[in-house]
């Protein structure tokens, strides 16, 4: 009888936690969203407070001051390219990986996990200076190698651990029926890969999306520097003018949630599937 009392208050606790800790994760960005609408005098008289009225002019200057069309054109163009090709070579490499058996399996499982231990920041110099040798500086795709890169260890992983939970006979069917392996991968694995490969597309796509390091060192043309770049000398031009350096961070951060709370179901389920499976 104790036992079950003791269930209830150990639920209740766990709500009230998980609570708080929604509760100081969700309030920095109302905070920022209410503040973004004040006036300069209103926010540093009430910066707790509800604006007196929803000033959209700030954010129409912020759009306008700060260039965020240019900037989120650059970041798409950026992104989404070294997303594909991060899927395309992962999903082949997971494919080798977890379909074939070869003397250097090991090494290769290991070399990748390697290169997810690797910090970005060891890596800025030396990446720097090959690509200034290569001149692939300043340019629509100079992003593309670094994002592709540092991205394809943990999409192989992802991708392997979901392959693993495939049954071969699918794949002996095909081959006895003619079905050579580029068949096999783009009829039968890929297809199945779906789950996993949205999975990959969120992570890495949020992470070519945030990115401050690599655009920072590699792109100096303000022409086609990214979001991140973009807020970074806007906040340094206008660090006066806190309401409108709100409302750009605003209008960059509110589409990055939408886009993470309407995936994020496809993210559970691209971790979860292949660990349940296998």
């Given at each position: 009888m104790g036992f079950r009392n003791r269930v209830p208050i150990?639920?209740?606790?766990?709500?009230?936690?998980?609570?708080?800790?929604?509760?100081?994760?969700?309030?920095?960005?109302?905070?920022?969203?209410?503040?973004?609408?004040?006036?300069?005098?209103?926010?540093?008289?009430?910066?707790?407070?509800?604006?007196?009225?929803?000033?959209?002019?700030?954010?129409?200057?912020?759009?306008?001051?700060?260039?965020?069309?240019?900037?989120?054109?650059?970041?798409?163009?950026?992104?989404?390219?070294?997303?594909?090709i991060t899927l395309l070579i992962g999903a082949l490499g997971a494919f080798f990986i977890s379909r074939f058996e070869f003397k250097f399996k090991g090494a290769v499982l290991l070399y990748l996990s390697l290169g997810m231990l690797i910090p970005i920041q060891a890596m800025l110099v030396p990446l720097f200076i090959e690509m200034r040798i290569f001149g692939l500086l300043d340019s629509w795709f100079t992003l593309w190698f670094p994002y592709v890169a540092f991205n394809l260890s943990i999409t192989v992983f992802i991708l392997v651990g979901f392959m693993n939970s495939f049954p071969r006979e699918v794949e002996e069917a095909a081959i006895i029926d003619g079905c050579g392996i580029m068949g096999i991968f783009s009829r039968i694995?890929?297809?199945?890969?779906?789950?996993?490969?949205?999975?990959?597309?969120?992570?890495?796509?949020?992470?070519?999306?945030?990115?401050?390091?690599?655009?920072?060192?590699?792109?100096?043309?303000?022409?086609?520097?990214?979001?991140?770049?973009?807020?970074?000398?806007?906040?340094?031009?206008?660090?006066?003018?806190?309401?409108?350096q709100m409302a750009a961070i605003t209008l960059v951060l509110v589409p990055t949630l939408l886009f993470y709370v309407s995936v994020q179901k496809y993210i559970t389920s691209g971790m979860t599937a292949g660990a349940v499976k296998g």
């Open positions: 150990a639920y209740r606790v766990h709500r009230i936690v998980f609570a708080l800790l929604l509760l100081l994760n969700v309030y920095p960005i109302v905070w920022l969203i209410l503040n973004s609408f004040k006036t300069e005098k209103e926010l540093s008289l009430n910066p707790v407070g509800l604006p007196k009225e929803l000033l959209w002019s700030n954010y129409a200057q912020a759009w306008k001051t700060a260039h965020l069309g240019t900037y989120f054109l650059n970041s798409i163009v950026a992104a989404i390219p070294a997303v594909l694995i890929l297809p199945t890969l779906l789950p996993a490969l949205a999975t990959g597309f969120v992570l890495n796509f949020l992470y070519n999306w945030n990115d401050f390091s690599f655009a920072l060192v590699l792109i100096n043309d303000d022409k086609l520097k990214t979001l991140p770049l973009g807020l970074a000398n806007f906040s340094g031009a206008f660090n006066r003018s806190y309401s409108v």
